[in-house]
């Protein structure tokens, strides 16, 4: 069974930063993982991917201030978060797919991910 265990989440002011991180196993070596994200009353929606080989990917929301890395010897995936806003506040999903390519302009489709870990919180206050 694969697992997906967030934590770094927390409440920040506006411009501030916070680093999530998501503990798995060795499958941040072979498949494409992402992090998305899920706003109250809105629809989960897909934050930033990486593929098996490091090719990334980002929603236009967060271009420039987010970053997305992995650790393949920690099996651990991160995203650093930097001049985050109010409209950020969200539950922060790490997920996985079967496949190593995260599927182009597909990546944000959230059926294409199979694995979900719980979710962490984040809160940015004005």
């Known amino acids: 069974q694969v697992r997906l265990v967030e934590s770094g989440g927390g409440s920040v002011q506006a411009g501030g930063s916070l680093r999530l991180s998501c503990a798995t196993s060795?499958?941040?070596?072979?498949?494409?993982m992402a992090w998305f994200r899920q706003a109250p009353g809105k629809e989960r929606e897909g934050v930033a991917g990486?593929?098996?080989?490091?090719?990334?990917t980002y929603a236009d929301s967060v271009k420039g201030r987010f970053t997305i890395s992995k650790d393949n010897d920690e099996n651990t995936l991160y995203l650093q978060m930097t001049s985050l806003i109010p409209e950020d506040t969200a539950i922060y999903y790490c997920?996985?797919?079967?496949?190593?390519?995260?599927?182009?302009?597909?990546?944000?489709?959230?059926?294409?991910?199979?694995?979900w870990g719980q979710g962490t919180q984040v809160t940015v206050s004005s």
């Open positions: 060795d499958i941040i070596s072979t498949r494409c």
């Open positions: 997920a996985a797919t079967i496949w190593a390519a995260c599927g182009g302009t597909d990546w944000r489709d959230e059926n294409r991910y199979k694995f």
């Open positions: 990486i593929e098996l080989y490091g090719s990334l």
